[in-house]
């Protein structure tokens, strides 16, 4: 699957885990977590250590979610991301995104192998710019990457 299609295929989806959200509101995961709220997702945050986030309920792990989760943005650390991933199989989530915007983000080569293996589908960068009408900021940088020729195909 191109990139461009894991990017639309997982925004397509409604239901939401956003594994990594910070207990911190100023946090840039729960900037992230609060514009897919905007958008109209149901979006799920996970994090082991907050009982609940932005007035919902809050997972240790993406298969506790219940009802499950169509799709999990993943915004850990990348060392975390290939047990998030696996957590994300054990709950027959098939969708996954790995939050990037500069360096290597959540973006884990090990994850990515483990995904292409058991068939989920995988978007990696920064799903800002990918959101109808994303804002100056971001616009900015989807323009960067066209210019680059780093948009993905």
Known sequence: MSQLAAIEEFLGCRRLAVVGVSRSKNDFTRLL??????RGYDVV?????AGEL??????????EIAPPVEA??????????????????TAGVRRVWMYRATGQGAV???AQAFCREQGMAVAQGCPFMFFPKPGFPHQVHGWLLRVTGRWPK
């Open 72 to 89: 999990a943005l993943v915004m850990t650390p990348a060392s975390a991301t290939e047990g998030v991933v696996r957590d994300c199989a």
């Open 108 to 110: 884990s080569d090990a």
């Open 45 to 49: 945050p996970v994090n082991p250590e």
């Open 54 to 63: 932005e007035g919902r309920r809050c997972y240790a792990q993406v298969q």
């Open 33 to 38: 977590f609060r514009e897919f709220v905007k």
